[in-house]
């Protein structure tokens, strides 16, 4: 398998100073308003509730069915992985089409 091109992280740190310098509110603030909507997000899942962000896209919950024959990545060794929840992402359709032909 090719080895893709590296692609450079934005992290929670660097948002938060982006909204820090666009508008100007305590860096304190913008941190704890990420964190909280963080945490609505996540008990939301929890109660197995889809998440609907508009213009951006939906998390939602999903069950990712068991398999006796499931290989470790790692030493290719076979293993039982039992039914287990995972979270997905589907990009709304103006995310969708702002980022289509980013990549060619």
Not at 14 to 35: A, P, S, W
Request: glycine share 6%; hydrophobic share 40%; aromatic share 6%.
């Amino acid at each position: 398998m090719a080895k893709e091109m590296s692609v450079p992280k934005l992290t929670k740190a660097e948002i938060i100073e982006n909204i820090y310098e666009q508008t100007g509110l305590d860096k304190k603030d913008v941190h704890k308003v990420m964190d909280t909507v963080f945490e609505e997000i996540k008990a939301a899942l929890l109660k197995d509730k889809i998440v609907e962000l508009r213009g951006f896209g939906t998390f939602e919950l999903r069950t990712r069915k068991g398999r006796e024959k499931a290989h470790n990545p790692k030493t290719g060794e076979i293993v039982a992985v039992s039914s287990h929840g995972v979270v997905i992402f589907r990009p709304g359709k103006e995310l969708k089409s702002s980022v289509w032909d980013i990549r060619k």
